[in-house]
Each structure stands twice: as C-alpha cells, then as structure tokens.
C-alpha cells in the first residue's frame, strides 16, 4: 500500500505512524475522507517527523492563542473598569438629577408662594391706593377748609379793626362830650339859681360821658385782645394751610409711589407666571433626562454585569490556553517556549539545592526560610519588608538570577519568591536603594524586598507541578500595555515547597 501525506493534512501524520499497516487506510479515510492507495508510501520516521512539526506549530498557534486571550483579558478589564466608572457615573448623575428635580421643586413652590403673596400685596396696594386717595380727597377738603377758615378769620380781623377804630371815635366823642358837660357846669354856676337846671343835665351828660369813655376803653381793650387772638389764630391757620399742603402733596407722592409699586407688581407677577411655566417646562425634561440615566444606568448595570461574566469567561478561556500549553510542551519536541521551560526548572533545582546546602553549612537555619512575619521598613514608599532569610538570599541569589537574564536576549527578569509572593532580592538593576519621597523612583529602581501577591505572582508563588508557563498584560504607561509571558518552576527544601523562580520573558510568534 502506497499513502500521500500534504502539508496540509499534517494532523494525520501522527495517527499514521501509529497506526497498524492493516488499519491505514480506515484511519487515512477518517482523516482525510477518502481513500489514497495509489499516492506514494509516507514513512513512520516521516510521519514522526511531521507529527513533531505539527506540535511545534499547534504549540506556537496555542501560545499564539493565549497572547490574544490575555490581550483581550487586558482589554477586557480595561472596559470593565471603564463601564464601572461610567456606572457611577451614571449613578452620580442620577442623583444629580434627582437633586435637581428636588431643587426644581423647592423653586416651584417657592415661586407659586411668591405668587400668592404678590396677589396678596397687589390686592392690598390696591387697598392701600383707594384709603390714600380718599385720605388725598379729604386732606383736600381739610386744606380748602382751613384756606376758608384762614380767609374768614381775616375778615373777621378786619372787621374787628373797623370796630376798634368805631371805638375809638366814640371814645373820642366821650372825651369831647365830657369836656362840654365842663363847660356847661361851669357857666350854669355863673348864671346862678336861673343855671341850675342846666347844671344838673350837665352833670347828667357828664356822668354819661364818663360811663361812655369807661365802656370804649374797655370795650377798646377786649377788641385788642380779641384781635391779638385772631391774630394768633391767622398765623396758625396760615401755618396748617401750609402744612397741610405739604401733606396733601405728600400723599400725591405717596400715591405715585403706591401707582408704581402696583405697577411693579403687576409686572412681577407676571415674571412670576413665567417662572412658574419655566419650571414646569424644567420639570418634565429633568425628570425626561432623570428616565433617560434611570433607562440608560440600567443598560450600562446590564453591559457591567455582562462584562463580569464575559471577565469570567475569558479567565477561563485563559486558564484553559495555559493548560494548552503546558499540553504541548512534548518530550523530544522543541517549541519557542521549551528552552526557557528547561531553564528555570534547572535554575529553581540549582536554588533548592543552594539552600539545602546553606542550612548543611550552618550559613542559615532551615527555619529562617520559612519565616513569613515579614517586617516593613519604616519610611519605604512602595512599603518594604525584611525577614530572617533575606540578607542571605541577597548574598546568593544575584548571581543565578543575573546569569540567566544574560542567557537570552528576550528575558526580561528573573526572580525568586517565596510561596506568598515575598521577593528578598531583584535583579541588580532594580535592587538600588530607595530614595525618600520619590515614589516613582522607588517604583522602577527599587523593586526588591517587596511582596507581589497579584493573581500571576501568587499563581507562580504557589505552583507545585513542575513548570507553569502564564501571559499577562503589564502596563507601559501613557495607557500602553505589552503581552508578556511568565514561565516559573517550584522551589524546594529538603521536600517542603519554599516558593518559585520566575523568568518573565517577551512573546515570540512564529510565523507559519
């Protein structure tokens, strides 16, 4: 029997070499579909041969594969944390919202109040307004009245002056009529006892004028008085008229003001009205906008919780591509990641057994190794610890840890930890001294003494197969990120699992 195997039919190679003669061409026809008696013999070393290209090339697709899961994880996260954030966000908007509905509300009520009081002082104004005209009416009527008062006392002060001088002319005729009555007496005492009857109307008219001259003069006085009364009372009178113009002016000015302050009324109430319409229009778009991040906070809590489960998803998807690779890592068949593999089970035995040989030595005790009450520090920005076996492997470990970054061009670092993730000694590079108050210094220079207890480095920390080969997306800065693999190997000590060596190393795809 004769059987073709083409490049693209390299899967069935490994079933054809092994696979008994009698059996070839079922297994080809399962393979293939169909049956190729007539093509050229493939030989068991040839199909071994491509069985092992076969592997190398799934191997480099499944490494492939996990740097795609992990780029995607990475990018994953990153839209987690960014929906995350946008839910809270929209939470935060929500409730701004809702606040402003509130603060809407505490507007329209107060506006509808200030509505009510402005009707309220628009219908008293215009109280005020009708009392103040017809106090304006009255002090109108009160200034003409005292103007008339003022006008009649003024006759009347008149008229009492024509009476004192009509007093004073009888006064005068009193005097003179006195005088005569003399007279008469006088020449009635040189007729004798012929005069006598005119001595006695003398005397008579005498005592009249006498009588008469009295009451003038008294008469005289009380129209004095009187008209210093009067007077008075013009002066006054004058001084209300005046007074009370002014107040009747006033009041006009007071009813302009009262007209005004009606008139800004009015106008306020109609603002008001507006005001009151503005709100209700911002009332149905607040509580519109308040539905629409209620709809869209909803959606995003959906996409959120989606992502969480698509997170779960691709973790497990990356779990399974580690698993896949760890699947094609074939004794006898090389593939990118077999050398590296070789390398740091090698170099993590070589530390056990430095540490083994250590405690043999009395250089350290067994227990120191195992001392997880890890000291901070004081004054180390990131935090760093010591413990008991730390200055020892600061002593031991550069030296393995330096000559396998120098192994290969694509190592990155290589570290040991213990089994909680706690590194006592970096690469040389990263080992400096920490600068006080200079974090970002700190960060990139002084890396060791410090635990790394993230899902990767635990996962290495803890491992006890005898390799795991991990990829993850480490940060760049400026929001750039690089896909890098972490391939570690358990430490031992005497049989107890002390921790792991890491080698993180760049991605290398092959093409096909």
Known sequence: ???????????????????????????????????????????????????????????????????????????????????AEEAKTFKSLQGISNALINSNNIVDNSVRRTKDVISRATANVADSRSNINSSITDIKLLTESVAENENSL???????????????????ISKQTNLLALNATIEASRAGESGRGFAVVAQEVKELSKKTGEATTHISS??????????????????????????????????????????????????????????SDIDVHCKDTANGLDAISGQVEKSDQNLVKAKEKIASLKNWTERLVRYTVVPGIETVDTPLIKLVKEKAREIGELFEDAIAKGSIVDSDFFDHNYQPIPGTDPVQYEARFTTFCCNALPDIQESVVDNEERIISCTAVDINGYMPRH??????????????????????????????????????????????????????????????????????????????????????
């Not at 008229?159 to 009888?170: E, F, G, H, N, P």
């Not at 009041?251 to 008139?263: F, H, N, T, Y």
């Open 1 to 83: 029997m004769s059987y073709t195997y083409r490049n693209n039919d390299k899967v069935g190679a490994y079933y054809l070499a092994n696979t008994p003669e009698n059996k070839k061409v079922s297994v080809w026809k399962k393979i293939f579909g169909k049956n190729n008696n007539k093509d050229p013999d493939i030989t068991e070393t040839e199909a071994a041969g491509e069985f092992r290209k076969a592997v190398q090339k799934t191997a480099d697709a499944v490494g492939t594969l996990a740097v795609e899961v992990v780029d995607i994880s990475g990018r994953a996260d990153m839209i987690s944390a960014e929906v």
């Open 154 to 172: 003024g006759q009347i002060n008149s008229s009492l002056k024509d009476v004192m001088k009509i007093a004073q002319t009888i006064h005068a």
């Open 222 to 279: 009380t129209l004095k008085t009187l008209a210093d009364h009067i007077t008075t009372m013009v002066d006054k009178t004058h001084d209300d008229a005046q007074k009370a113009e002014s107040v009747r002016e006033g009041a006009e000015g007071i009813d302009s003001v009262i007209q005004l302050l009606e008139q800004n009324i009015t106008e306020i109430d109609i603002e008001s009205s507006a005001i009151v319409e503005a709100v």
């Open 427 to 512: 690469l040389n590079r990263c080992s400096n001294p920490q600068k006080p108050g200079d974090t970002v210094y700190n960060i990139n220079n002084s890396r060791w003494k410090q635990i790394y207890n993230d899902p990767v480095g635990i996962a290495a920390a803890r491992n006890n197969k005898d390799f795991l080969l991990q990829t993850y997306r480490i940060s760049l800065g400026e929001a750039q990120y690089a896909n890098i693999k972490d391939v570690s190997a358990p430490i031992y000590i005497g049989g107890k699992h002390w921790g792991a060596l890491r080698i993180t190393y760049d991605m290398q795809v092959t093409e096909d």
